[in-house]
Structures are given as structure tokens and as C-alpha cells.
């Protein structure tokens, strides 16, 4: 039998298998509408062009949905994709969204695999049970935990000193890294919530030389962590500077010091794993950026986790929790709680154009 072209939502056609099995649904659900639409149309474009580019056999489509990234629409995208009898979903770019959808899809058995949501929705939280979501990108525990690990090594002999900006991201960020911190016996010489915001931070880094801190991790913004670097060379105080994925963030005011450190995943498109992604959307036309390669990997994920199901025993939930899969991404493999176990973050310094990976 040749094999079959089938025509997904908004025309976006896949090529299905000669494999005499049905075809499987996969549904996407992201924000096409809206001022989220672009970051939407990201998610879209991965998820298709990794399909197209399966050779797998698995015969598949696409259905597509649009969530407007509210709780109203979760809740529609969700039954909209149960209508149409899918048997997985990707997507996702908020929380609020997936917090309507998840009961909806998880009454029949459906899972997630979202590139983008990090954190527990409050619906996860309060179960007895894990729903079904997996996560692509890293976990809040894992940031906090690894960043720990790191600054570990670096610091097992400097005088440090760990500070955020009083948001709630900044602040649990900074306590997850002290906390890990001091599981390994390292403590800071000076911990405080500045105030983020200023064109210059010099009282902020005159009571960080009187606390002889010469390291600082900061939990805030890179605009914060800027002036903080501004207000260092201002002072003449040879401070190191080191902070999170948020300096990756475009800058409204004015740079990064030279030599800022930032402990983040490196951008997926620099990844060696991902070449034959990111070939693939260029290809097609797209540009490799924001979240078109991480929905790439989630529907790698997808289509490996429906070969499995060929073979193995078990709901498509209990194989994504008991397999691992190769992907653009490198390898990925969830926990209990669909979270990915990985070790993705990576030191790297700031150079006055970019951050590039520090290997000593």
C-alpha cells in the first residue's frame, strides 16, 4: 500500500505509513490568536515539521487548537482535541491555559508534553495522583538544584554572597541555590533582597565589599544584574557576578559587564543534537528559534513513545514515565512527576556580544 497523505488542521499536510495499524492523533494546543500568536505559531511549526520528517512508519496527523493562552481557552482546546479523538497532546505556553485543560484531557487519559511550562500547575499540586504532563524544559527544582551544584564547585573557597530582586521567581530562585548551597556545607557571608530597578546598584555592592563578598549570585533581572556590574567597576571592586536563564533576556538600558556569568541550558540551536532539526526547519522555511526546536523534540518524544506502544505493555502515560527517547534536545527521560531528568545547565561567560560556554 502507498503511502497515504493526510491533511491536518490549517492545511499542514503529513505523510502517513504504509504500516497497516490506524493512524494515531496527535493534537497541538497553543496560543494562534492573540498577542502569544507568534510564540504559537513556534509550537506549530515544530511539532509539523518533526512529523513530516518521520520515518518512523508511524502513520499520524495533526489536529491543531487554539488555547488564546486563558483559562477559557484551555478549557475549549481541550475538548475540542477529545472530540477529535487524539491520543496525545503537545503544547502549551501557560499555565493558566493547562490548568483548565488538564482535568479535561486527563478524564481520558490523554498526556501533555509541553515544551515550555516549568513550575506544577495548583491542579497538579493538589493531587493524589501525578497527572499526566511532561515537561520538556527543565524544571524550577532543577534550575535551583543544578545551578547549586555548580556555584558548588566554584565556591567551595570564595567568600559569596546570594541576593534577589523580592519577586517571587527571584526570590524562590536565590533560596533553592542557598539551600543547595548549604546542603554541601557552603554558606553565604551576605543574603538580601535589593532593590531592582536603579540606574546604578554602588550601595547595593559597597555593602557586598563590606561583607568581603568577591561572588554574588543574584536572583533578578538582566537589567538589575547590569547595573550591579556598572556599579562594580564604578567602585573598583573586582566583583563575580554570576545569575541565571533571565540574562538571556534583552537588556532595556545597557549591557552585561564583561565577564558576567550566566548558568543557564545553552540555546537549543547551538546544540549538536539538534542539527538535523534545525536543517529541517530551515528547510521548511522557518527559522530555528524561541520554541520551534524544543516542540521539535516533544513530537520526536511523541512518535517514539507511539512506536513503543506497538511493543509494549501500557498506557502511552506509563511508557513516556519508563522510556527514554532521543531527541533534538539530546536525551530525555521523565521522572515520577513528568519532570526531565537532565543535567542541561551549563556556566557560561559573557564576552561583550554574547554568552559563549566556559570549559574551565
Not at 509539523?48 to 520528517?53: G, K, R, V, Y
Not at 486563558?70 to 487524539?86: D, F, W
Not at 543574603?191 to 536572583?219: C, E, H, I, M, W
Not at 502511552?316 to 533534538?328: D, G, I, P, Q, S
Request: aromatic share 6%; hydrophobic share 45%.
Amino acid at each position: 500500500m502507498n503511502p497515504m497523505i493526510r491533511a491536518a488542521t490549517f492545511g499542514l499536510c503529513l505523510a502517513a505509513s504504509s504500516v497497516a495499524h490506524a493512524e494515531d492523533k496527535i493534537g497541538v494546543i497553543a496560543p494562534l490568536s492573540g498577542p502569544f500568536a507568534r510564540l504559537g505559531t513556534q509550537v506549530v511549526d515544530g511539532a509539523t515539521i518533526a512529523i513530516a520528517a518521520n520515518k518512523s512508519g508511524q502513520a499520524v496527523s495533526i489536529t491543531t487548537a487554539d488555547d488564546q493562552c486563558s483559562a477559557a481557552g484551555g478549557e475549549a482546546a481541550a475538548k475540542q482535541l477529545v472530540q477529535a479523538n487524539v491520543v496525545i497532546v503537545i503544547g502549551f505556553l501557560c499555565a493558566e491555559s493547562l490548568e483548565a485543560a488538564l482535568p479535561i484531557l486527563n478524564q481520558k487519559g490523554i498526556p501533555i508534553i509541553t515544551p515550555a511550562i516549568r513550575a506544577q500547575t495548583l491542579t497538579e499540586l493538589r493531587a493524589d495522583q501525578p497527572y499526566p504532563v511532561f515537561r520538556i524544559a527543565p524544571s524550577d527544582r532543577n534550575e535551583a538544584n543544578e545551578t547549586g551544584d555548580t556555584l558548588a564547585g566554584l565556591w567551595h573557597s570564595e567568600p559569596f554572597a546570594i541576593i534577589d530582586d523580592g519577586t517571587i521567581f527571584g526570590r524562590e530562585l536565590a533560596a533553592g541555590v542557598r539551600a543547595r548551597l548549604e546542603e554541601k556545607g557552603l554558606k553565604p557571608v551576605f543574603a538580601d533582597t535589593y532593590r531592582p530597578g536603579l540606574d546604578n546598584q554602588n550601595a547595593l555592592v559597597s555593602r557586598l565589599k563590606r561583607a568581603g563578598a568577591t561572588q554574588v549570585f543574584v536572583g533578578g533581572e538582566r537589567d538589575d544584574v547590569a547595573a550591579i556590574g556598572r556599579s562594580a567597576v564604578a567602585l573598583a571592586y573586582p566583583l563575580v557576578i554570576v545569575s541565571g536563564e533571565a540574562l538571556n533576556a534583552t537588556g532595556n538600558r545597557s549591557d552585561l559587564a564583561i565577564g558576567t556569568l550566566m548558568i543557564a541550558p545553552r540555546e537549543p540551536q547551538t546544540l549538536e543534537s539538534a542539527r538535523n532539526a534545525k536543517n529541517a526547519i530551515e528547510l521548511a522555511g522557518k527559522v530555528p528559534e524561541g520554541y520551534t526546536i524544543p516542540t521539535y523534540a516533544a513530537a520526536e518524544v511523541t512518535l517514539q513513545v507511539l512506536t513503543a506502544a506497538q511493543s509494549q505493555p501500557g498506557s502511552l502515560t506509563e511508557l513516556l514515565r519508563k522510556n527514554v527517547f532521543e531527541t533534538a534536545l539530546g536525551t530525555i527521560q521523565f521522572n515520577a512527576r513528568g519532570e526531565r531528568i537532565a543535567d542541561s545547565y551549563r556556566l557560561q561567560k559573557y564576552d561583550g556580544k554574547q554568552f559563549v560556554l566556559e570549559t574551565n
